[in-house]
Each structure stands twice: as structure tokens, then as C-alpha cells.
């Protein structure tokens, strides 16, 4: 398995355009999650899913934000209208939940994003 | 943070000696894990230690737990100038099943 695999690595667009990130879980995990990192912020959880099916979207900031996990393998999150603040690296990580808790995460390489 | 922090924010030593990080987080949990980020990278899996266990090693990883404390620490031993990056620990909530993460430390080994 080649892991998880994020798209793009890098995004520059300018502000308003809507931005769509891309995610491919490792084949068998059934646990998928969003994460921002910001030096200001740290790494946030935006969004978790289990079994394709969104279990907690607290962390999205706001309702410019939505991710959606159209099967079992794949993931997007997108931001309409972007805007500078949202300039962040995004990560997606997977996992695998079981009545034990979560075994250890997998995550991408990152999206870098710059809304200018 | 969500979950956690981790102290100290920066650490610096000399290579060949020992760094401790240690990570107090706020609820109860399934396990407690401590993940590794190069500059620029993904961050990757070190080490998981469950509720019930107090102690365990990896390598020249030492990891202990006190849920009574909420607290972990991470030992490295021997530090090497290529274990230079940020150490995160993340804890598994019991309820709901986050991965929450704490605010790292970033460890500089000199050489």
C-alpha cells in the first residue's frame, strides 16, 4: 500500500476561489480524519469519520468548510469562499477503530495551502 | 489545544544524551500515542501505549503513562542529530474516538 495520499501538495489561489483537497485512505482503515496545522494554532481536528460516515465536525471553522467521504477510500474537503486565514497545511490521517480505542494513525504528506 | 499539552515547547541537548517530553491531556482515554513530524512532513506513529498500561519501550523509546495524572512522558535515549523534529503526543478519547493532538515539543539535537 502506497499510504495515504494526499492532493494537491501545494495550492496557491487567491481569495474566494473555492479550493478542494483530496484524500486516499490506506485500503482496510476505517477511521479517517482532517487535520489543519498552523504555527499559531498547532494541529487541529476539523472533521473525523468512521465507516464513511462523519462522527464529529466540531472543528470546522466555519460553514465555508465541508468534507465529504464518498466511499470507503476517499476523501474531500473543501473551502468556498477561501479566504487568507485559511492558509494552513491540511492533513488527512486513517485509521483503524475497533472496541479498544483507535490503532495508530496513518497520515498524508499535507496540502500545503496559501489563499492570497 | 483540544486535548493536550506538551512541555517543554523547545528543547535543545546534545547529542548522545537523553530528552524527556511529557504531555498532560484532559479526559479519559482508550490509549495515548506519540507521533514524530520532520519539517515539512506528515507526522508518523512512534509509539501506543493503552489505558491500562504504565509503561513501555520501543527501541530507545520510553514511554510511561499516569491516567490518575492525565500525564505521559517520552523518553529518547542516546539522541541522535537525525531525531531532530517535533513530538506530538495524541490521545484516543474514550468517548467518541478522536485522534485529539497536544501542542508538541520541538526537539534539536546538536551534534
Known amino acids: 500500500d502506497a499510504g495515504v495520499i494526499q492532493s494537491p501538495r501545494h495550492e496557491v489561489t487567491e481569495m474566494g476561489q473555492e479550493v478542494t483537497l483530496r484524500c486516499k485512505l490506506i485500503?482496510?482503515?476505517?477511521?479517517l480524519f482532517w487535520y489543519r496545522q498552523t504555527m499559531m494554532r498547532g494541529l487541529e481536528l476539523l472533521i473525523y469519520?468512521?465507516?464513511?460516515?462523519?462522527?464529529?465536525d466540531s472543528g470546522m471553522p466555519e460553514d465555508r468548510f465541508s468534507a465529504k467521504m464518498p466511499n470507503a477510500s476517499f476523501s474531500t474537503l473543501k473551502i468556498q469562499p477561501s479566504e487568507p486565514r485559511d492558509s494552513a497545511v491540511y492533513f488527512c490521517?486513517?485509521?483503524?477503530?475497533?472496541?479498544?480505542?483507535?490503532?495508530?494513525?496513518?497520515f498524508g504528506q499535507g496540502t500545503r495551502l496559501t489563499v492570497v | 489545544s483540544q486535548q493536550g499539552e506538551e512541555d517543554p515547547q523547545a528543547l535543545s541537548i546534545q547529542e548522545g544524551e537523553n530528552a524527556t517530553m511529557n504531555c498532560s491531556y484532559k479526559t479519559s482515554i482508550n490509549n495515548l500515542q506519540w507521533y514524530r513530524q520532520n519539517s515539512g512532513r506528515g507526522l508518523v506513529h512512534l509509539i501506543l501505549i493503552r489505558s491500562n498500561e504504565r509503561e513501555k519501550h520501543s527501541g530507545r523509546l520510553r514511554v510511561t503513562l499516569d491516567t490518575s495524572k492525565k500525564s505521559s512522558s517520552l523518553l529518547i535515549t542516546a539522541s541522535r542529530a537525525a531525531d531532530t523534529a517535533s513530538y506530538f503526543c495524541?490521545?484516543?478519547?474514550?468517548?467518541?474516538?478522536?485522534?485529539?493532538f497536544g501542542t508538541g515539543t520541538s526537539l534539536t539535537v546538536i551534534p
Open positions: 495524541a490521545t484516543d478519547a474514550r468517548t467518541g474516538n478522536q485522534f485529539y
Open positions: 469519520f468512521n465507516n464513511n460516515v462523519p462522527i464529529d
Open positions: 485500503s482496510g482503515h476505517n477511521s
Open positions: 490521517a486513517s485509521s483503524s477503530a475497533s472496541d479498544r480505542g483507535l490503532f495508530e494513525a496513518f
